[in-house]
């Protein structure tokens, strides 16, 4: 009833930007309206983990330390899309990176995004140094 969808991944250098956006949808608006949508990225053999979140609203935002200050999460509802614009990105942001929805702000602020309900299957993201 809830599908989201991953695009924009790619392989750039260190330094560079790429731009992720997390499309959406649900059987009624009512439903999607009230989801909030976070990100999340696994390196490999490494445990995945939260990048940032933005609530249904739009009004809050969260970010992991590590992307604080180069990262902009951002949501558009005209167009049911959320954004994740990352700048000056380094290799340790290289990874598989997932969308994910939930009602509970909280599953998607930290951790690495157990009980979250809705996933999408994840973008590939490499940072060549």
């Known amino acids: 009833q809830v599908q989201v969808v991953e695009s924009g991944g790619g392989l750039v250098q260190a330094g560079d930007s790429l731009s992720l956006s997390c499309a959406a949808s649900?059987?009624?608006?009512?439903?999607?309206?009230?989801?909030?949508i976070g990100w999340f990225r696994q390196a490999p053999g490494k445990e995945r983990e939260a990048v940032a979140a933005i609530t249904w609203s739009g009004q809050q935002t969260y970010y992991a330390d590590s992307v604080k200050g180069r990262f902009t999460i951002s949501r558009a509802y005209t167009s049911n899309t959320v954004n994740l614009q990352m700048n000056n990105l380094k290799p340790e942001d290289s990874g598989v990176y997932y969308c994910?929805?939930?009602?509970?702000?909280?599953?998607?602020?930290?951790?690495?995004?157990?009980?979250?309900?809705?996933w999408g299957q994840g973008t590939q993201v490499t940072v060549s140094s």
């Open positions: 994910a929805a939930d009602r509970n702000i909280d599953a998607m602020r930290s951790g690495a995004g157990l009980g979250v309900s809705y």
């Open positions: 649900a059987r009624t608006f009512s439903t999607y309206i009230t989801l909030h």
